[in-house]
């Protein structure tokens, strides 16, 4: 239980204390915690680590597209998805360099259904952050909806060897690897 608390403390530190961030898919932080996520056979401490690239991915450096992004957040928690879309879609036009404002209009469009329009943003979100875990994992529940069990099996594994520590994610593969095994039977 101590050497839990010291190894989440430590990683605590190495964000709170490290370098200034980029803040976004290109901070240089990212490297080190991604090696820590799959390194890590600690929950907890995955768990963590995870939360420190998500806080790095939603930030930006833009106050503006930062505004920007938690309103829309804020909209498609709420429902209010046509508001989110247009507000994700302003956040990808001031910079369409930032991969979490691609994700997230994935997300929205995957909430309604438009899972082409989904799996294109997700594209970008992967072009710019090919370690984003989550888009990964989007891309596979849509390949899942859409009958592509191969589809889906690629995503949710390239996901799972980013961050091994997603149990639904990991449940849903070997899901759909029983299915598919019983198949060729």
Do not use: C
Not at 28 to 47: H, V
Not at 61 to 70: A, C, I, K, Q, R
């Amino acid at each position: 239980m101590v050497r839990r608390i010291i190894g989440i403390l430590v990683v605590a530190g190495l964000i709170l204390w490290g370098n200034p961030s980029l803040a976004r898919q290109d901070d240089p932080k990212l490297d080190e915690l991604f090696t820590l996520l799959a390194e890590t056979e600690d929950f907890q401490k995955a768990k963590v680590i995870e939360g420190s690239i998500w806080k790095i991915w939603l930030t930006s450096g833009s106050d503006t597209v930062d505004f920007l992004m938690l309103q829309g957040m804020s909209y498609m928690s709420r429902g209010e998805f046509a508001k989110a879309i247009s507000l994700f879609s302003t956040v990808i036009k001031i910079d369409p360099e930032f991969s979490e404002g691609w994700n997230k209009r994935a997300t929205v469009l995957f909430l309604i259904g438009e899972y082409d329009s989904s799996i294109e943003d997700i594209g970008r979100t992967l072009e710019l952050e090919p370690r984003h875990f989550g888009a990964l994992s989007g891309l596979g529940q849509i390949y899942d909806i859409k009958k592509s069990e191969e589809g889906a099996l690629s995503a949710y594994e390239k996901a799972m060897e980013i961050n091994p520590h997603m149990p639904g994610v990991k449940a849903r593969m070997e899901q759909l690897i029983v299915e598919r095994d019983k198949k060729r039977i």
